[in-house]
C-alpha cells in the first residue's frame, strides 16, 4: 500500500494582503509631494487648532488600535506574552515620541503622523508574509517597511523644499518596529521553529537585499556630496 503522500507546505506570501501592503506602501512615497501642501492648506484653515487636530487623530488612532489589540488578546486568552508584546509595542511607540521631539508643536505633531503611517505599513506586511516559519516573517517585514521609508525619504529629496535623509528612515524604523510587534502579538506567526523553504528563503534574500539597496540609495542621493542645514535645507559641497 502506497504511503499518502505528504501534504505541501505553504510558507509563501498571502497575496490579498501583500497587495493591499503594496498599494499602501506605494501610496507613503508618491503622495509626498503632496503632505506638504495638505498640511499648509490645513494650517491656513485653522491655524491655531493645526497641532491639537493633528495630535487629536493620531493619538485616537493610536488608542483605538490599542484597545482593539488588547480586547482580542483578552478574547483569545493569549496568555502573557500577548500582553508583553503589545506593552513593547507602546513602549516603542513613546520612544519613537521621544527621539523625534524637536520643541516646535506643530513639527511633532506631524512626525507622529509617521508613528501611525509606519505602524500600519508594518502590520500589512506581517499580515502578507505570517505564513513564513521562523523569524522569516519577521524579517520580511522589517525589510519591506524600510524599503517603503527609503523611498519617500528618495522621494522627498527629489521634491523642491522638501529634504530626506538617512535619519527620518531609522526613525521610520521605530514607527515599523511598534507596528510589527502590535502585529506579533495579537496574531503571531503560523510557525516560530520549523525551517523555511528553499522559496520563502529566496524570498528573504532577495527582499533584504532589495532593502539594503534601497537604504545604500538614500545615502548616496541625500548624503554623499551633499550637506543638509536646517535653515537652507540642502547645500552641495
Do not use: K
Not at 493610536?62 to 513593547?88: F, K, T, Y
Not at 520580511?140 to 517603503?148: F, R
Not at 527629489?158 to 514607527?175: K, M, N, S, T
Request: proline share 4%; glycine share 8%.
Amino acid at each position: 500500500m502506497n504511503a499518502a503522500p505528504a501534504a505541501i507546505r505553504d510558507d509563501g506570501a498571502d497575496r490579498r494582503w501583500l497587495v493591499v501592503a503594496m498599494v499602501c506602501g506605494g501610496v507613503l512615497p508618491l503622495a509626498s509631494p503632496f503632505t506638504g501642501e495638505l498640511r499648509a492648506s490645513l494650517r491656513a484653515w485653522s491655524p491655531a487648532s493645526f497641532r491639537l487636530i493633528v495630535t487629536s487623530a493620531v493619538v485616537v488612532v493610536i488608542a483605538g488600535l490599542v484597545a482593539a489589540s488588547a480586547r482580542r488578546l483578552w478574547r483569545e486568552r493569549a496568555g502573557w506574552r500577548g500582553g508583553l508584546g503589545l506593552a513593547a509595542a507602546v513602549a516603542s511607540a513613546t520612544a519613537y515620541v521621544a527621539i523625534t521631539a524637536t520643541g516646535n508643536g506643530e513639527v511633532d505633531a506631524v512626525e507622529r503622523v509617521h508613528l501611525v503611517e509606519y505602524g500600519l505599513v508594518a502590520w500589512l506586511f506581517f499580515h502578507a508574509w505570517r505564513r513564513v516559519p521562523g523569524w522569516g516573517s519577521l524579517l520580511l517585514t522589517a525589510a519591506a517597511s524600510m524599503i517603503v521609508a527609503a523611498a519617500d525619504e528618495i522621494v522627498q529629496w527629489l521634491v523642491p523644499f522638501r529634504v530626506g535623509e538617512i535619519r527620518d528612515v531609522w526613525l521610520d524604523g521605530v514607527a515599523i518596529a511598534a507596528g510589527l510587534l502590535v502585529a506579533v502579538s495579537v496574531r503571531p506567526p503560523a510557525r516560530w521553529s520549523e525551517p523555511m523553504s528553499r522559496r520563502a528563503r529566496r524570498t528573504v534574500g532577495v527582499v533584504l537585499s532589495a532593502a539594503i539597496v534601497a537604504l545604500a540609495t538614500v545615502l548616496q542621493v541625500a548624503h554623499l556630496g551633499v550637506r543638509i542645514d536646517e535653515q537652507i535645507g540642502r547645500a552641495h559641497v
